[in-house]
């Protein structure tokens, strides 16, 4: 009865064990990236689109440079927002500007509100190319310039560190994933050193096959793995604006690998012992006072020697 409670976690602590035995391929499925969350954001909806609001607070006059992230995986409406509060009434703001890479993209549209000693801009637009990705700034300038930072960025992807090792005629599987963010395809490439191949999963469904249900990851499994096989793959997953690639490192071992890994450590076991046995031998030559001149005799003399300890050893236990 004290015991049942235990029963279901060792039921599962052995199966996983068995699962990753049987997959041979540690399998992070449950692995949030802290990183890689989507920043703050309010939805607000104009017309018939859906605007995402992203806003960036400035607390007074400062040099430091608060920025923002903000991950696209799509083309999207941006209303960005930048607040400036001031502590005393008397500053002076000269101009707003919002720039794009440097650029400036927009001037002086700014709200001032007086009641609550708030300047506050913004700017929107609709990310709909590769050439919009990039950092927006806004700028108010006063005594100093006070600027935020928004940096719009294609999602990142992420794949096993770890290489992976698997033997000829097994099968395998590479895991990609772009956390919460949707590509709209996934294509992998072997390379071997300086060639680059695409992998056609449709041309050799029985070899390559992308066994995930999801759009946000990728798992290309490989059966009946060769020498060939073995290599560097990369995941690329195709966002609406841009690319990201991530790599899965791949060798494939015959099974006489480890054989000659094992037969190594047996020859060295032989070695070992066999100094060990000859380091005891001359010990007890030593020890020995008869002095011995052929070779031959060390056997003999080792029997002796150990009948001997055994003599003693039974006479000793008799006496006690
Ligand atoms: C915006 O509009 C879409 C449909 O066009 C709707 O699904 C969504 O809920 C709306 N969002 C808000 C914040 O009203
Ligand atoms: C609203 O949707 C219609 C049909 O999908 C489209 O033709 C129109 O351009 C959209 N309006 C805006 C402001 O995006
Ligand atoms: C924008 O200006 C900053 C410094 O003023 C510089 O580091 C950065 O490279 C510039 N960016 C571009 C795209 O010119
Ligand atoms: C804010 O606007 C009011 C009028 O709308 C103006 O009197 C005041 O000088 C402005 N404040 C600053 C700091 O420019
Ligand atoms: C100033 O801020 C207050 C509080 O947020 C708001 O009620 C008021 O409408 C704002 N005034 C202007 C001119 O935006
Ligand atoms: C800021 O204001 C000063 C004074 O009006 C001006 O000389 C300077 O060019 C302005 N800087 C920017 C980035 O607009
Ligand atoms: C993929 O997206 C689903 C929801 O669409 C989410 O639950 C899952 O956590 C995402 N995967 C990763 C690796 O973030
Ligand atoms: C890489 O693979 C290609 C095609 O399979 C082959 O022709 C080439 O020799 C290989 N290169 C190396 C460095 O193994
Ligand atoms: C993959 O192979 C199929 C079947 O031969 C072909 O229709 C398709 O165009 C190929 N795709 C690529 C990307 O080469
Ligand atoms: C596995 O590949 C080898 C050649 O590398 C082939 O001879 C064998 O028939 C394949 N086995 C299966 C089950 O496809």
Redo the contacts with the bound molecule.
């Keep these: 009865m004290l015991l049942s409670p235990w029963h279901p976690i060792t039921m599962a602590f052995v199966c996983g064990l068995i699962s990753v035995a049987s997959s041979g391929v540690m399998d992070s499925e449950t692995d949030p990236d802290p990183a890689a969350q989507p920043s703050q954001r309010k939805d607000e909806n104009i017309s018939n689109y859906t605007v995402i609001k992203h806003s960036i607070s400035i607390p007074g006059l400062t040099k430091k440079v608060i920025q923002k992230e903000i991950i696209l995986d799509s083309p999207a409406h941006l209303k960005l927002e930048c607040e400036l509060l001031l502590d005393s009434e008397e500053l002076q703001i000269?101009?707003v500007?919002w720039t794009f890479e440097n650029t400036?993209i927009s001037?002086n549209k700014y709200v001032n509100n007086t009641t609550e000693n708030k300047w506050h801009t913004s700017y929107e637009f609709a990310v709909s190319a590769l050439n919009m990705i990039g950092t927006y700034t806004c700028?108010f300038?006063?005594t100093t310039?006070v600027k935020a930072e928004f940096h719009i960025k294609v999602p990142t992807v992420k794949s096993e560190k770890k290489p992976l090792v698997s033997y000829i005629a097994d099968s395998i599987v590479m895991k990609c994933d772009s956390s919460i963010y949707k590509p709209k395809k996934w294509i992998w490439y072997q390379t071997n050193g300086s060639d680059q191949v695409q992998l056609n999963l449709s041309l050799i469904p029985i070899k390559y096959e992308d066994s995930s249900k999801k759009v946000n990851e990728s798992k290309l499994h490989i059966s009946n793995l060769s020498e060939k096989d073995s290599g560097i793959y990369i995941c690329k997953a195709v966002f609406a604006f841009g690319e990201h690639e991530g790599q899965v490192q791949l060798s494939v071992l015959s099974y006489t690998v480890p054989l000659k890994v094992f037969l190594a450590i047996a020859a060295e076991v032989v070695v070992l012992v066999s100094l060990i046995l000859l380091y005891e031998m001359k010990t007890k030559k030593k020890q020995s006072e008869e002095d011995i001149k052929q070779d031959a005799d060390e056997s003999t003399n080792l029997k002796s020697e150990d009948s001997k300890s055994l003599e003693t050893s039974t006479t000793r236990q008799r006496k006690v």
């Design positions: 000269n101009d500007a400036t001037k700028i300038n006063s310039e």
